[in-house]
């Protein structure tokens, strides 16, 4: 299937400007000895072999990845059997659940230094290494912007949770454990003790949350070899695709067939498609559309909710179902969800793909073989799966995760309202997290059960990266009489694991002028999800009026940076819905092929 006339012979491999290079002989002699210098030998680097790096995403701060340090093992035996060099290097590490402000500060500072390995080294070819949240997006953008032969690996999630008979999905357990504790049913033991039960072995988080979405969508972009993404980590199909990894990159640098290959506009659309029958992460249309726009294509979140909304969820995996990455490997997995996709004509089946096949070739004969865990199309969880994109006098775009609206929000929000899919609500507002949790108790706020949290401070300007906070809960009051979620807005972000319906993403965000700053408690605001209007209620002239008063001001303030890269992230930092990528570097695409070694 891969353009055969591009084919690649030893000569012209990237490597040999580093090793084999008579123009610049010092160069050769230096790179030579000192990479010789811990046994790789003359032949090896000079004999015309594909140098492959393999891109270490784990390590002891990085626990979703950690297995990798073992996988790698039999990726690099790959690589030497199919005739090529491995040449192992860490990744910047990034840890969803650890790293403070927030882990998203880091896929731009990740996807930097991928960057500046993949051009500034001897690789020919790369095998990413991922499985926490960023590490695939930054992997994914990194490729496209180098555009090296570039395969992904995922780790593979860790297997289910259980406790007492049930499953318990990690990162979700947490949202409902913490209404518990605030409810005063368990205490900080046993709060700490149910947690742990939800993460049992080496692997990434085991509902679809963002990181199984994304290596899921590594996947179906076709960046990975078919039906990987979903292995579970500690199974013996992960280290064997790990093998199989590294043959095939070794085979991929001859074919030369690079990221941006198979990174296509029909390659994206799929990925949203998929992604809305998964019940996938509402952090994916930032890393999607992130990546595309390293790969040169506008996609925008008109694009998913064009493509996606329709989109029936076929993936019974929590949050937005009741399974776990167990039983989703075992009916299926990826390939069994295109396989129904592709059937009912949603998906573009010609897409390429790494191993050099089209998406439709890769899962034949691929139908699920758990109908209860991975639905058919015409028997799905819930009709209609994917994002709404919302707009109004406030902000330009923000999303909406329809699939995990409950019966009982329904009820009170939207059944007893004149038009059954649109409500009011008074709103109380919040200028970050610390704010929401200093006051969210306090009863001279009112807040009851009709209204509305605002978060706004939390974009990747307010909160450096954007933080994962828009999803409140309510105050302890509420959650005592049952009340266990208000709508919220805001221009943060909310964990992938969260099954609360939130309306999130607001772009642009509070401290870059979006409207969220002009908001104050006791406002209405109209949300009508039929024409996907979100709409303060009070005058234009109010509006404007607001406006002057905090530009008199000075702005919305938010805190200072702690760091440098916060500081410069905080500079080329695009909105959410643009990707969160740093403004100016869409102008490196295909930077390997543009501009060669000197
Ligand atoms: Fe790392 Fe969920 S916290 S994968
Ligand atoms: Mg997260």
């Known amino acids: 299937m891969t353009d055969n006339t591009r084919k690649i012979t030893p000569?012209?491999?990237?490597?040999?400007?580093?090793?084999?290079?008579?123009?610049?002989?010092?160069?050769?002699?230096?790179?030579?000895?000192?990479?010789?210098?811990?046994?790789?030998?003359?032949?090896?680097?000079?004999?015309?072999k594909p140098i492959i790096g393999v891109c270490q995403s784990g390590s002891d701060l990085t626990p979703c990845n950690r297995h990798h340090i073992e996988l790698v093992k039999r990726v690099k035996d790959g690589i030497r059997a199919a005739g090529g060099v491995p040449f192992e290097f860490p990744m910047h590490p990034i840890h969803e659940n650890a790293r403070r402000p927030t882990a998203a500060l880091d896929r731009n500072l990740a996807y930097l230094g991928l960057v500046e390995v993949l051009h500034g080294y001897p690789l020919d070819g790369v095998v990413f290494t991922t499985?926490?949240?960023?590490?695939?997006?930054a992997a994914l953008m990194a490729g496209a912007t180098v555009n090296i032969p570039a395969i992904v690996l995922s780790g593979g999630p860790m297997l289910n949770g259980w406790r007492d008979n049930e499953r318990v999905g990690s990162g979700t357990i947490i949202w409902e454990l913490r209404k518990r504790l605030a409810a005063g049913d368990i205490d900080y033991d046993e709060f700490l003790a149910r947690g742990a039960d939800s993460a049992p072995s080496v692997g990434h988080c085991n509902t679809m949350g963002t990181a199984s979405t994304m290596n899921s969508m590594a996947e179906v972009l076709g960046m990975s070899l078919p039906g990987s993404a979903m292995i579970p980590a500690p199974y013996k199909e992960r280290p064997i695709v790990a093998y199989q990894t590294g043959e095939r990159i070794v085979e991929m640098v001859w074919e030369d067939l690079r990221p941006l290959d198979?990174?296509?506009?029909?390659?994206?659309?799929?990925?949203?498609v998929v992604c809305s029958a998964l019940g996938g992460s509402t952090n994916a249309p930032i890393h999607i559309n992130?990546?595309?726009?390293?790969?040169?294509?506008?996609?925008?979140?008109?694009?998913?909710?064009?493509?996606?909304h329709e989109i029936p969820l076929l993936a019974n995996v929590m949050p937005a179902g009741a399974y776990l990455s167990e039983e989703f490997h075992r009916a299926g997995g990826v390939p069994a969800v295109v396989h129904e996709l592709l059937a009912a004509g949603r998906l573009n089946g010609d897409s390429l793909t790494v191993n050099g096949q089209t998406l439709a070739a890769n899962v034949q004969g691929c139908e699920t073989r758990d109908t209860e865990v991975i639905r058919r199309y015409d028997n799905p969880?819930?009709?209609?799966?994917?994002?709404?994109?919302?707009?109004?006098n406030l902000f330009d775009s923000a999303l909406m995760k329809t699939s995990v609206i409950s019966r009982e929000f329904r009820r009170r929000f939207l059944e007893d309202s004149e038009d059954p899919n649109a409500f009011e609500s008074k709103v109380v507002v919040f200028d970050g997290s610390e704010d929401y949790h200093a006051r969210i108790d306090?009863?001279?706020?009112?807040?009851d059960e009709r209204t509305l949290l605002v978060m706004r401070g939390a974009g990747p300007v307010g909160h450096p990266g954007g933080a994962e906070v828009v999803n409140m809960q309510p105050p302890e009051a509420?959650?005592?009489?049952?009340?266990?979620?208000l709508p919220c807005l805001g221009d943060g972000r909310q964990s992938g694991t969260s099954g609360s319906p939130s309306i999130l993403n607001a772009s642009p965000e509070a401290a870059t002028g979006g409207g969220l700053a002009l908001l104050e408690d006791g406002d209405r605001l109209r949300i009508d999800l039929t024409s996907g209007e979100v709409r303060l209620l009070v005058d234009d002239s109010e509006i404007m009026?607001?406006?002057?008063?905090?530009?008199?001001?000075?702005?919305?303030?938010?805190?200072?940076?702690?760091?440098?890269?916060?500081?410069?992230?905080?500079?080329?930092?695009?909105?959410?819905?643009?990707?969160?990528i740093l403004t100016t570097a869409t102008q490196y695409r295909d930077v390997a092929r543009r501009s060669p070694p000197r």
């Open 478 to 485: 509420l959650i005592r009489r049952g009340i266990e979620s």
């Open 262 to 272: 198979i990174l296509t506009r029909e390659a994206f659309e799929n990925a949203i």
């Open 381 to 392: 969880l819930v009709e209609h799966a994917g994002f709404l994109n919302l707009k109004g």
């Open 131 to 137: 499985g926490c949240d960023k590490t695939t997006p």
């Open 545 to 580: 009026a607001r406006r002057e008063r905090l530009e008199k001001a000075g702005g919305y303030r938010y805190p200072d940076h702690q760091t440098p890269w916060q500081e410069i992230q905080r500079g080329l930092v695009e909105p959410l819905d643009r990707g969160m």
């Open 11 to 48: 000569e012209r491999l990237r490597s040999r400007w580093w090793f084999d290079n008579p123009e610049h002989p010092g160069t050769t002699a230096i790179c030579i000895e000192r990479y010789m210098n811990y046994g790789i030998t003359l032949d090896e680097l000079t004999s015309g």
């Open 290 to 308: 992130a990546i595309a726009r390293h790969s040169g294509i506008e996609l925008t979140n008109d694009d998913w909710q064009a493509l996606g």
């Open 442 to 447: 306090d009863p001279e706020l009112g807040i």
